[in-house]
């Protein structure tokens, strides 16, 4: 079965400091990965997507993720924090067109 | 703002009563989607629907019901409302290349 595994509930990191959110994933096949932001009281908000091509994916708000096929790995990025990205931030996988989310990561942006 | 929208935001109901959620899609999207979100089971699929019929079927219980109407909004139907039906309520759906946008969600306690 698919899934995605975050191994972190909480990142704490310093404003303008380099960010990382881990995720992990088990698929069958070829993968097709996502991300998503939910702010307070908001819905998902989609960030980036794998689905082939350039393991760096780039996406909004200067988010990017690297595909790691041989550690099965799309870590969320961002090069400089900023405290308006702190959110919960989840990873997914496509089983038959429906998404499968992992337990979300809280991301902490300190000033 | 995704495009899709879902009415009401907030829904404060009695257990055992049945209440009705409704979302539309983005425009000249077919597919919906219904998620829960709960602090203990965290972001589950319920159900899907394309264009009007039901495409697949994820943790829903049995007093949950959906539907997709011919103009592509769906309403999902929550009958017997037990405490542990409170939740958020998201649907979505499906953009070209397999990515979903989500609806500000419905917030449903059950008291």
């Given at each position: 079965a698919q899934s995605v595994a975050q191994p972190e509930d909480q990142v704490n990191v310093a404003e303008g400091n380099p960010l990382t959110v881990k995720c992990t994933y088990s698929v069958s096949g070829n993968p097709y990965l996502f991300w998503y932001v939910q702010?307070?009281?908001r819905g998902l908000q989609?960030?980036?997507?794998y689905i082939t091509g350039d393991n760096l994916?780039?996406?909004?708000?200067?988010?990017?993720?690297?595909?790691?096929?041989?550690?099965?790995?799309?870590?969320?990025?961002k090069p400089s924090a900023l405290v308006s990205d702190s959110?919960?931030?989840?990873?997914?996988?496509i089983n038959t067109d429906k998404l499968i989310f992992g337990t979300g990561t809280r991301l902490q942006v300190f000033p | 703002d995704s495009g899709v929208t879902q009415t009401p935001k907030h829904l404060i109901t009695a257990t055992g009563q049945r209440v009705t959620l409704r979302c539309s899609p983005r425009s000249g999207d077919?597919?919906?989607?219904?998620?829960?979100?709960?602090?203990?089971?965290g972001l589950q699929f319920l159900i899907q629907y394309y264009n009007?019929?039901?495409?697949?079927?994820?943790?829903?219980?049995?007093?949950?019901?959906?539907?997709?109407?011919?103009d592509l909004h769906s309403e999902l139907n929550l009958s017997s409302l037990e405490l542990g039906d409170s939740a958020l309520?998201?649907?979505?759906?499906?953009?070209?290349?397999?990515?979903?946008?989500?609806?500000?969600g419905t917030r449903l306690t059950v008291l």
């Amino acid at each position: 079965a698919q899934s995605v595994a975050q191994p972190e509930d909480q990142v704490n990191v310093a404003e303008g400091n380099p960010l990382t959110v881990k995720c992990t994933y088990s698929v069958s096949g070829n993968p097709y990965l996502f991300w998503y932001v939910q702010y307070p009281n908001r819905g998902l908000q989609f960030l980036l997507k794998y689905i082939t091509g350039d393991n760096l994916v780039k996406g909004s708000y200067g988010f990017e993720a690297e595909f790691n096929k041989s550690q099965t790995s799309f870590h969320l990025k961002k090069p400089s924090a900023l405290v308006s990205d702190s959110a919960l931030y989840f990873c997914a996988v496509i089983n038959t067109d429906k998404l499968i989310f992992g337990t979300g990561t809280r991301l902490q942006v300190f000033p | 703002d995704s495009g899709v929208t879902q009415t009401p935001k907030h829904l404060i109901t009695a257990t055992g009563q049945r209440v009705t959620l409704r979302c539309s899609p983005r425009s000249g999207d077919l597919s919906v989607y219904w998620y829960q979100q709960s602090l203990d089971q965290g972001l589950q699929f319920l159900i899907q629907y394309y264009n009007g019929e039901e495409r697949a079927k994820g943790n829903i219980l049995e007093r949950f019901s959906a539907q997709q109407f011919p103009d592509l909004h769906s309403e999902l139907n929550l009958s017997s409302l037990e405490l542990g039906d409170s939740a958020l309520y998201f649907c979505a759906s499906r953009g070209p290349y397999n990515e979903q946008f989500f609806g500000p969600g419905t917030r449903l306690t059950v008291l």
